[in-house]
């Protein structure tokens, strides 16, 4: 059997930046060369990013993407490198390929990967399976491909998958069987969900069984807009060992030495049957024919063993932590802001955002600040000042009482009218100062009160980014008080145990307009994130009356954001796609 | 021939209002029994409203959908309505009929069409092609229907189609064809864009011969959030002659006779092979199955001959303001609010939108407020106050400098940041106005100024409903004199000629920072509606510097909402989709 030196690539792709893409799959691949590497993955779409979404339709794009493609081959072999096998996702389409401003490369996307070698693009091949579900529109964007592609590598048939292809059963991995592969490269940009990371393991297992082959799966990791990718790279073997794996949210190379069988000296292009083939699900896609290339140069013999080790995996809150840091991190850092600022309260949800913010960028690009109005407490302010000395963020005091009191010397206004008032002074304010000195504005709102509607439109809504957004605010707490475990606590023990309040009127507390968190998250959870109607929240055990409230409460939320706010949608689950609630005027649960 | 007489209900659903689109049903259902009709026909997914998006995810809501539909068809046969065959479209689902709230009704969802008569659900027909662009994603919500419906009523055999599926060649029209049907119903929920009437008659010509049948096309009308139905609905003979067509945006039953053909007495299940057939493209989908229902009764006989007539097209003017009317007062009313407020400064673009307000709602229930700063010239507050006086809407006047100054004695801000203030004091008064008033804010920026960024986040951005977002200011121009042609001039024509300026410094106009309209609007249409590429606008005749500088601006813009606000995005056509602009920082053309 001979041995291949696999190095998985699970880096940082940024969306529409073809050269920068281009340059740090040469840097990486240099990197896999040196540690003895004969073949690179990279994630999908790495030259392009991912997802491009609309950009898919600019031919000038594609026709870039192709381009980059072609000019990539040459230049890792001007590197030196050609005798790597690189696998690189990319934008593809049909018809002949761009080579000027002026050619249209066609109608027909596709989610491709391709294999480069020797100054040459080796083969190619297209997204089997699309997915269009969660985050993905991929029936939006791209044609699926209809035939596997497997190259001859030194004997041994390696057959290239693309994401999807490894969550469905049928297609590519039946196909790879029949086609005899040894090794069945997947890559992927799958965006991270809690505990996602558990059902990877065992779909990689299923697949590599259906395969027959080992497989090598490898994803991105980055913050993308309101994705985040978690790594999570592994190889596992026919009978499904798990050989390597790498750990979540940090860039790297899996180097890892696999002896993979030699491939039968004359393929058939058809695929061969093998009547050891366990009995999956039948499929229409099952009999996709096979594209073959071959190359023939004779692979480096390698002088010692390498093996990637299994990375530990890590607790609930550490993952949703390093998710929300990276998340943060990536937005800010590319789309080019220098720093981000935003309001400090003192409050736990203000503190949790401080404290993501400094962990992402260093306290030096971080700004808090403090807004005091007249009803604002000593000890929000303290807390404020106390945060802000743990951290070492840029701490400053702008009260708003003599901006809100000019407001109510003009106008005639009362009540909520007041309250939500002094929230989008402090709005005016941080927006002046990010017009003035270039910071990007954090929102900081959590999901459980964006959901029921606490929140001022204009006011505590105001920035570009909420690391909070898709948190209950039990999951606030709960992140607090872990992150006060990890090293010296950012978060002042106040913040964390005192009695929410989102201070806009003399002695106010969350808990005169809203149920218990405790109560309030899990019927959020079904209702938003799960579909779920009355008859079910109440068969699982949650009371009707307390149904009731919550659901007429996201009900007039969803109200209030179709009055003063176009497109400000909630989010149905972390970092996934923004959703549209019911128009609820219309269909109300059992009301 | 027997003749039958058809009513296309050209009516207005609300998404979500399941109750109210049942007596919706009813109450037509009535009027096309007391015209003497055989068959009325609803638009596409009449019952729930289109479109559902997420809600039909929700199992409660799909059991409410297929609950309601056998309701209605019990009502109908009550109301003494049991002889009339309602054809209605609705959401329906694989597995059992739910008939409590714990049943499930199944993962594979439908866009349904059903035969309503005699108190039961005759037939139902499942949706076979699937849009999945523009404004469209079925593929995310339905399963794709495989076989045709062909209900035989009183010897003529009628087949039902949806929407889409005659927008594409193959499938249910030439399954209809070889069925031998003599009448296909096709009901949609078409949304508007300009001069899509131009492409709707061709098509259901292309239809008709393609399944050898006259086709009744009915089609939706009304506002839905961003889209707009537009009505259209028609009926055209076997050999494409256009029999009668209703107008654009109105609501309204076409009732016409058809003289239609006796089918065979023995129908065929698999349908029948038609020699004299044209050749149309081959399509996999050609095969459908068809699912036969008969109605035995006889058909009343008609003491008349009605015809529908055949509506005049209008000017694009007409069109386009008659969807914006349109599409703000369904916002407007579907949402329950009782009255609009926006901002009133003598300019362009809030004169057009206060003219659109109170076509739409009447001058009672619009509040245009002007908010003059240091800046505001004298003209500005006179055009402003003409206006009010011309249409006669509630005008305010709210000086807007001692809250400016406010700020600007309590902050250190200088050039683009006081100018951002100004308009955002304004955004906060508004809506404290909403806030104390309960009005709805609009927002009044044209499509051109939000495109290139020249507008302020959480200023004149503020507000739930913008009617101008789609529509270039070159079109503002153009709509506003045309609707001064129209009866008494709404719109002073000082607004009109005078040069266009935000008035945030001493003598600032549009021309300091942007391009002539009139070159900047087409660069605007082919970069973001057409995905155009630097080379394609160039060779448009373009001019190359100018086709630089709008790129730099748009793609600035698109920055700009990234500092400031999560899913602000522009629309990409009328009434459409909202769509991502490209990241810029990293793919900008030809820079």
């Not at 230049?75 to 000027?100: E, F, K, M, R, W």
């Not at 395969?211 to 499904?240: H, K, R």
């Not at 402090?426 to 927006?431: D, Q």
Request: negative net charge.
């Amino acid at each position: 059997m001979p041995t291949l030196r696999i190095a998985l690539a699970q880096v940082n792709p940024t969306v529409g930046d073809i050269p920068g893409n281009a340059a740090s799959i040469r840097r990486w691949s240099r990197e896999a060369a040196d540690a003895g590497a004969h073949l690179v993955a990279f994630p999908e779409m790495m030259l392009t990013g991912y997802p491009i979404e609309d950009l898919v339709f600019r031919n000038s794009f594609v026709a870039a993407s192709q381009h980059a493609l072609r000019t990539l081959a040459a230049d890792l072999a001007a590197d030196g490198l050609g005798d790597l096998a690189v696998v690189v996702g990319y934008v593809d389409a049909d018809g002949p390929p761009a080579t000027s401003a002026e050619a249209v490369p066609g109608t027909g996307r596709r989610d491709a990967s391709a294999l480069l070698h020797g100054g040459e693009v080796v083969a190619t091949y297209f997204k089997h399976h699309l997915p269009n579900y969660g985050v993905f529109d991929e029936d939006r964007y791209f044609e699926p491909g209809i035939e596997l592609t497997v190259v001859r590598l030194d004997g041994v048939d390696v057959a290239l998958t693309v994401c999807e292809d490894i969550w469905q059963a049928g297609g590519p991995f039946t196909a790879a069987r029949r086609a005899g592969a040894g090794l069945v490269v997947n890559i992927n940009a799958s965006p991270y969900e809690l505990n996602k990371d558990d059902v990877r393991l065992p779909l990689v297992q299923r697949r590599a069984a259906e395969a027959g082959a080992t497989v090598a799966y490898v994803n991105a990791v980055g913050g993308q807009d309101e994705l985040v990718f978690d790594g999570d790279s592994m190889i596992v073997s026919p009978d499904g060992v798990l050989l390597t794996r790498a750990g979540q949210f940090t860039e790297g190379l899996l180097v890892h030495d696999l002896d993979l069988p030699v491939a039968d000296t004359v393929p058939n292009a058809e695929g061969s049957t093998d009547a050891a083939a366990p009995a999956f699900e039948e499929s229409r896609d099952d009999h996709m024919p096979v594209k073959r290339a071959i190359i023939d140069t004779k692979l480096a013999a390698l002088t010692d063993k390498r093996t990637g080790g299994i990375a530990d995996r890590i607790a609930d809150e550490a993952e949703i932590w390093s998710a929300l840091v990276l998340g943060l991190r990536d937005y800010v850092n590319k789309n080019r802001f220098q720093s981000v600022i935003f309001g400090l309260s003192g409050g736990i949800d203000s503190a949790v955002v401080a404290a993501i913010a400094v962990d992402a960028l260093g306290p030096e690009r971080v700004v808090g600040v403090s807004l005091p109005s007249g009803y604002s407490s000593e000890h929000s302010k303290d807390d404020a000042a106390d945060l802000a000395k743990r951290t070492g963020l840029d701490y400053r005091v702008q009260p708003i009482q003599p901006m809100v009191d000019s407001f109510l010397a003009n106008m005639s206004l009362s009540g909520l009218a007041v309250e939500n008032l002094q929230a989008r002074v402090r709005g005016v304010i941080l927006m002046a100062l990010s017009n003035q000195e270039g910071h990007l504005v954090l929102t900081t709102g959590n999901k459980s009160e964006l959901a029921v509607g606490y929140s001022t439109l204009y006011g505590d809504s105001v920035g570009g980014f909420n690391p909070l957004k898709d948190v209950p605010k039990s999951m606030v707490w709960q992140l607090a008080r872990w992150r006060n475990t990890q090293g010296n606590p950012p978060i002042p023990e106040n913040s964390i145990t005192k009695a929410p309040s989102a201070e806009l009127r003399p002695g106010q507390r969350d808990s005169d307009s809203l149920p218990d968190y405790s109560v309030l998250d899990p019927i959020i959870k079904g209702y938003v994130d799960h579909d779920l109607g009355r008859a079910e929240l109440i068969a699982a055990g949650n009371d009707p009356a307390l149904v009731d409230r919550v659901f007429r409460m996201i009900d007039i939320a969803e109200y209030k954001r179709r009055q003063a706010a176009p497109g400000t949608k909630i989010s149905g689950k972390a970092f996934g796609r923004d959703r549209r609630l019911p128009i609820t005027n219309s269909f109300r649960e059992g009301l």
